[in-house]
């Protein structure tokens, strides 16, 4: 029986392997002709003079697999997923991740049966194996919501100009849009985009603001909704908003330094443990060896890799101080 399982595996693995491989030639290759292709309809479309009336309707493709698109549509249950490879502007579509996932937790799954580990060190490294991809995409999203923050005070300053100049609201965000790089600039290019195509700027601002995990920019949302309601200096508020944000991004790099040494000693306290054991290993392989054989050492290994998650979570919160 275990030899057909990891016969299945393997055989799993390599038709994943081979698809994968397919479809990024596919992509590739196809990118490109894809957008000139996507252009040329846009043009034939808009020369149409018989078109009274266009619906604005922005299909979001999650794998170029077509049964694998039409899968994961339906399934509600993955928006915090897609929310996240959305926001952290990926190349690959969504599906490819999900695929990745699956391919991890078959590879890891042959292995753990193949040197007959223990089940609850089998599901655990399964576990940990498949939440890379997406780990992948939380760290891609970190990274490009802290980039947009940092360029946040810069287009409030540009806007707040553009608005002083005599400038309408929506040609500041063009103004942004075609200035600055990403991640801020498409995104603010996306917004005029949409204002420009018959949305409400309150609507796009909204839209922008769901797209972006930054709290700073639901802040200029909500100002600029209340000055079009209420009235106000525009420019004002904006370049206020702005200031505010600029200072508040100081203060957050001074608790940054001086919060580093605690980040470093969590560092050395959590890559220690790791550390000595390769030594230990390298040192005497059938003393440490132990750990990996003995039931026993299996109970201790998963205990103390616990606890040293459970601490690391612990010290994250403390050292982890909010602006």
Not at 86 to 103: H, M, Q, V
Not at 205 to 230: G, M, P, Y
């Amino acid at each position: 029986m275990l030899t057909v399982l990891i016969a299945f595996g393997i055989f799993a693995t390599v038709v994943l392997l081979l698809e994968g491989v397919y479809y990024a030639y596919q992509v590739l290759s196809r990118r490109g002709k894809e957008t000139e292709r996507i252009k040329e309809r846009i043009q034939e479309w808009t020369a149409k003079p018989e078109l009274q009336q266009l619906g604005i309707v922005r299909n979001q493709s999650l794998s170029d697999i077509p049964w694998l698109h039409d899968f994961l549509v339906p399934i509600r249950k993955l928006d915090g997923l897609r929310r996240l490879h959305e926001r952290g502007n990926n190349t690959f579509p969504f599906g490819t991740f999900l695929l990745a996932s699956l391919l991890i937790a078959i590879l890891i799954s042959g292995v753990c049966l193949q040197f007959h580990t223990h089940f609850i060190v089998t599901l655990g490294s399964v576990l940990v194996g498949t939440s890379l991809p997406f780990g992948y995409l939380y760290w891609r999203k970190a990274k490009r919501m802290a980039k947009f923050q940092r360029q946040l005070p810069e287009a409030l300053e540009l806007i707040a100009r553009a608005l002083r100049a005599g400038h309408a609201f929506f040609v500041g965000l063009k103004l942004v849009g075609e200035e600055f790089p990403e991640p801020i600039g498409p995104e603010f290019k996306r917004a005029f985009d949409e204002v420009s195509m018959g949305i409400s700027v309150p609507q796009a601002l909204q839209n922008l603001a769901d797209r972006v995990d930054c709290i700073d920019v639901k802040f200029f949302v909500t100002s600029v909704s209340v000055q079009r309601e209420t009235g106000g200096n525009l420019a004002e508020i904006i370049e206020s908003l702005g200031h505010v944000i600029r200072k508040r991004f100081e203060l957050y790099m001074k608790i940054a330094a001086l919060s580093a040494e605690g980040r470093v000693s969590a560092i050395i306290l959590f890559a220690l443990p790791l550390v000595l054991g390769l030594f230990l290993y390298r040192m005497n392989p059938e003393y440490i060896g132990v750990l990996f054989t003995d039931p026993i050492g299996h109970t201790m290994l998963m205990t103390g890799s616990a606890l040293m998650i459970i601490g690391a979570f612990i010290t994250r919160k403390m050292i982890n101080i909010e602006v």
